[in-house]
């Protein structure tokens, strides 16, 4: 069935370095993929995207990493600062479209 | 601002009781969700409209209602209250068919049921 997973359900980095959150996903045939930023007592919000047809997608102190042979994607903050603490969810649309299937969620906690 | 509201932020009440959710989005968007967030954070959609037409509904108990008036608004009315749908609920809207048009959140309702 269509399942997007992450490896670690919480990541505490120290302030000023790099954190990389893991997604894994289940179908092959995905060709969108979607990072969300959800931050204590508010919705998720969009982060970046990246569709199939390429491997490496930057943003503002963000990279996205598609690896499609083992069906594994990343995200890449460099710099962690405080505000980035909140929870981090991958996401693909389901088989045949019309919904999102969102991962686990990584709790992405920053020491100052 | 443009967004997606909903009201109420916070809703308490007894169990077997019936409560609303509404939600409204200016995007313009002709698609809108409802989404559950258990207490380990995972997601999962419950309802989806698109032009004030319901297109998905995920095995949701009939005691979830949702009604769109039009297709800035999407509501959830609940009946008959249980313990196991105390959950923070989220209204989302997109626009569909837009190739890059990813999901617009609501702050969420949060609701807690005793």
């Known amino acids: 069935g269509e399942s997007v997973g992450l490896h670690l359900p919480t990541l505490s980095v120290q302030e000023g370095d790099n954190s990389i959150i893991n997604c894994a996903y289940s179908n092959s045939a995905s060709d969108y993929f979607i990072w969300y930023k959800q931050e204590s007592g508010k919705g998720p919000q969009f982060i970046i995207d990246?569709?199939?047809?390429?491997d490496k997608r930057q943003g503002q102190r963000v990279t996205v990493l598609l690896n499609k042979t083992v069906k594994h994607l990343s995200l890449q903050i460099a710099a962690t600062q405080p505000g980035d603490s909140a929870v981090y969810f991958c996401a693909e649309p389901s088989v045949g479209g019309g919904k999102l299937i969102f991962g686990q969620g990584t709790e992405l906690s920053v020491k100052p | 601002d443009t967004a997606v509201s909903q009201t109420p932020k916070y809703l308490v009440t007894q169990m077997g009781n019936d409560k609303s959710i509404k939600c409204e989005q200016n995007?313009?968007?002709?698609?809108m969700y409802w989404y559950k967030q258990d207490s380990k954070k995972f997601l999962k959609i419950m309802f989806s409209y698109n032009n004030k037409e319901l297109i998905i509904n995920e095995t949701v108990p009939n005691r979830f209602s949702p009604k769109s008036p039009d297709k800035a608004h999407l509501n959830l009315h609940i009946n008959s209250l249980e313990l196991g749908d105390s959950a923070v609920y989220f209204c989302?809207?997109?626009?569909?068919?837009?190739?890059?048009?990813?999901?617009?959140f609501g702050n969420g309702t949060r609701l807690t049921v005793t």
């Open positions: 995007l313009g968007h002709d698609t």
């Open positions: 989302a809207s997109s626009q569909m068919g837009q190739v890059n048009s990813p999901l617009h």
């Open positions: 990246i569709r199939s047809n390429m």
